[in-house]
């Protein structure tokens, strides 16, 4: 038995609960959100022999290939391979602090001898596409840089395709709201199971049983109104502490990726709830909300925020005493 054609390897990267970086032996494809929220603004795509030309030595590399007295390899001291990958991040982004200047000045160097030694870096060509998108988040086109539509399509309420106008054959599996179209099954894997959009529903039982609702296949049945991005529950906003907890969900795997506290307003407009996108702390700081506002026409009736994460004297993850966990 031999295959009909070569075997394709696809990586998959994930910021949370989010499909971020989707590569194969061609392209990669990145995406960039909403700050916590699935609605996707930015799609980036890159030939994969592209990203190959981005590879480079840092600085630190550099010299010590070449700064023995004989033009041989040296080993520098860690102390001195991170002050120069300080130094050569502050080159690059233009902002050399006074503290690196004078460091080098003792050493009878500059900045510009520095950057001499540094090696070239290569910007690859890339495919830039924003997302235009629903109410919901689900994608209808890609707009290019140049203003044209170079992707389009239709969708009925439960995400079934409709029509599809794709001149450029461009790559486009987000459907709603946490879903990622599967080509093989034609299902929308939805983070904790599969949803067949034919049927409106789920394939498997809920993980989280009788929590998230009496039918354990269900999506919900508004889908015009209501999303399901985690396929656990329907997000609901008509309850405040649905809302808090959804938008927990949605930024608490940046707050303990980063140990930054993440936080937001909830808002009240027409009896409806939403919260606001979340804003982080500055380094271990506590998350300052006092001078954000809803928008005009809505009213502040609580807040969100995260707390990273705690560890104990040995470096273990901890929950403190008075914090609720949200599973």
């Known amino acids: 038995m031999s295959l009909s054609r070569k075997p394709q390897v696809t990586w998959y990267g994930w910021d949370g609960d989010r499909l971020t970086t989707i590569q194969n032996d061609r392209t990669r494809i990145q995406t960039i959100y909403q700050p916590g929220s699935f609605t996707p603004l930015i799609r980036v795509e890159t030939a994969t022999g592209e990203q190959a030309k981005t590879q480079r030595r840092s600085l630190a590399d550099t010299l010590q290939q070449s700064g023995g007295e004989d033009g041989g390899s040296v080993v520098f001291p860690p102390v001195l391979v991170q002050m120069l990958d300080r130094l050569e991040s502050e080159i690059l982004a233009d902002r050399v602090s006074e503290e690196s200047r004078r460091w080098l000045a003792s050493c009878g160097l500059t900045v510009e001898q520095m950057q001499n030694q540094m090696d070239p870096v290569y910007t690859p060509a890339r495919k830039i596409h924003l997302y235009h998108c629903d109410h919901r988040g689900l994608p209808l086109a890609f707009i290019s840089k140049e203003g044209t539509t170079e992707w389009c399509a239709e969708y009925d309420e439960w995400g079934n395709l409709l029509n599809e106008e794709n001149p450029h ?159």
């Open 169 to 327: 054959q461009l790559q486009q599996l987000i459907r709603l709201p946490g879903q990622q179209y599967d080509e093989e099954s034609g299902l929308y894997y939805n983070r904790h199971r599969y949803y067949d959009p034919l049927q409106g529903r789920y394939i498997t039982q809920d993980p989280i049983g009788l929590k998230g609702g009496w039918n354990l296949y269900t999506y919900p049945l508004s889908p015009v109104n209501s999303m399901d991005p985690l396929g656990l529950y329907e997000f609901k906003s008509k309850n405040i502490d649905d809302i808090g907890i959804f938008a927990l969900a949605m930024c608490n795997g940046e707050s303990i990726n980063e140990n930054k506290e993440y936080g937001g307003l909830i808002c009240k407009k027409q009896g409806e709830y939403f919260p606001m996108n979340p804003i982080s702390s500055n380094d271990n700081d506590s998350v300052d909300l006092r001078n954000i506002k809803c928008p005009e026409g809505s009213e502040r009736v609580g807040d969100y925020h995260t707390h990273g994460f705690y560890s104990d004297d040995k470096g273990n993850k901890v929950t403190k005493e008075n914090d609720v966990m949200i599973v």
